[in-house]
């Protein structure tokens, strides 16, 4: 008997990833694909969607070749994707502008007009924070800068709704994608008619929304031979990457909350009730009919890390880089940093944020740095966790992923700041096997999203230290200090 395989194509900002797991969400093979970005103008941040469709036509295909895939092993495919991009197409589903992607920050006045004019009464209706970063804000800036393509669209999509035109012909989004453009009332599983009539555009020119367990059907001939699958391979929806990565962790009971941090990062948890900040300081996306999640992006992650490795022209490798940080106490002897080295989403979410260090001297080294940036980084996830602990309770368990989870200083540092014990999936592709595991339910071969804890490879699980975690608090009251002092300047 062959083997049981399942693929979870996960179209990330930077990559596309094709990740093929066994049932038991063991990796069998992967293959990357990285993402060009293009920058027409300060602030502004493209992608060619044509390009991204045809690295994931590779990718799919060289990582059945690269697993040795055989006939009938495959079981399904199924689809995580980037939120928040978004492209104008024509009557025949050609694209008549580049993706706006998440980064985009063209509109940031259209979401300082709104956040004065009625930003609370439209993040209570849509559980989607008032940002530059959604569709809603562009659609906005396109419509007030009389943008030619918006002006001349049939269609209105993302990257993934757009790549499933491509292969199926159909105009099709899952939940947890419509609930990211801001569009979407979680409560009506529906299109909010007043926002579509405020950016001027029609339900019509949008996807049909249907749940991530929908199947696709009529995989285009000329598709399947390039990927190397069968026309009739059942491929899943899908949803969202947050969403996936939380059930691909297993972060899916109330208590169990997911942390990411790649480029960017997000503290999430799943809950049964849509529920939003007072404060505005999370989202609240779909996933299921009934199922929720609840959280905060940063900006920020592994992108600060990397911005200091080029200033200070470190040429060794990131691991070495990293572990420089080890020689230095906690606190990085009075140096703080705020991490908005490209604006934020939460906590602030304001586009104009900055990054400071604070507190330098002439005893402060490179290590000291690194350390400082490390902290800042995981204090900003601490206080976006805490704006969440009000909407769904203290954590009980936390599953971490993402680049830095490969680092065990910083493991340490995040089970010392959040004082709770920290999991670890050995398989890194989480909201690949979160879309893989989507399809296996699908197309019957799962019984239900919770079994899927039975089928996460886990390592031991990194314990805080109690005289760490003290000295922790009280270093983060500083920083909760000197954030709110510094927002007022931006």
Not at 5 to 18: E, N, P, Q, R
Not at 356 to 382: D, P, Q
Not at 446 to 452: G, L, R, V
Request: hydrophobic share 40%; with cysteine.
């Amino acid at each position: 008997m062959g083997r049981e395989l399942v693929i979870g194509l996960d179209l990330g900002t930077t990559s596309v990833k094709a990740c093929i797991f066994d049932r038991n969400g063991h990796l069998v093979a992967d293959v990357e694909k990285m993402n060009t970005f293009h920058y027409p103008q300060q602030g502004w941040v493209e992608q060619n969607p044509a390009d991204i469709e045809r690295s994931a036509v590779l990718a799919v295909r060289e990582a059945i070749e690269k697993a040795e895939v055989q006939e009938g092993e495959l079981l399904a495919l199924g689809f995580s994707a980037a939120m928040h991009a978004i492209l104008t197409l024509d009557a025949d589903g050609r694209p008549t502008s580049p993706a706006i992607i998440w980064a985009d920050g063209r509109s940031a006045g259209q979401a300082e007009a709104m956040l004065e004019a009625n930003g609370e009464q439209v993040y209570k209706a849509t559980g989607t924070p008032i940002h530059p970063m959604t569709p809603l804000m562009k659609l906005l800036w396109m419509k007030e800068n009389n943008y030619e393509p918006y002006e001349q669209a049939s269609y209105f999509m993302s990257i993934k709704e757009y790549l499933l035109y491509c292969w199926f012909g159909k105009r099709k989004i899952d939940y947890a994608m419509a609930s990211a453009t801001g569009l979407f009332n979680p409560a009506k599983l529906d299109w909010e008619p007043e926002l579509l009539a405020l950016t001027g555009i029609t339900a019509e020119q949008l996807s049909e929304i249907v749940p991530p367990t929908e199947i696709l059907s009529g995989l285009k001939a000329d598709i399947a031979a390039q990927m190397g699958v069968p026309a009739n391979l059942p491929f899943a929806i899908g949803s969202a990457d947050g969403q996936l990565s939380n059930l691909g962790i297993g972060a899916i009971l109330p208590g169990e909350v997911a942390v990411s941090v790649g480029t960017s990062g997000a503290i999430r948890q799943l809950t049964h009730q849509a529920k939003v900040s007072d404060s505005r300081e999370t989202f609240c996306y779909s996933f299921t009919k009934d199922t929720y999640i609840v959280g905060g992006p940063t900006n920020n992650g592994g992108i600060a890390l990397q911005w200091l490795k080029d200033t200070l022209n470190y040429e060794g490798g990131y691991e070495a880089f990293l572990a420089e940080a080890e020689k230095i106490a906690p606190g990085a002897d009075g140096l703080l940093f705020l991490p908005y080295l490209n604006g934020e989403r939460a906590p602030l979410w304001n586009q104009r944020a900055k990054g400071n260090f604070y507190g330098l001297t002439m005893t402060h080294e490179r290590a000291h740095w690194i350390r400082a940036v490390l902290e800042g980084v995981t204090f900003n996830l601490y206080q976006i966790g805490k704006a969440l602990e009000k909407l769904a309770g203290a954590p009980q368990k936390m599953y971490v992923n993402g680049g830095l989870s490969r680092s065990p200083l910083w493991l340490q540092m995040m089970a010392d700041i959040f004082d709770a014990e920290i999991y670890v999936s050995e398989n890194h592709h989480s909201a690949a096997w979160g879309a893989a595991w989507t399809a296996l339910v699908a197309a019957g071969h799962a019984n239900s999203y919770e079994e899927i804890k039975q089928h996460i490879p886990m390592d031991k699980p990194v314990v805080p230290n109690p005289e760490t975690s003290k000295r922790y608090k009280e270093i983060y009251a500083n920083y909760e200090k000197l954030a709110k002092t510094m927002a007022a300047f931006f």
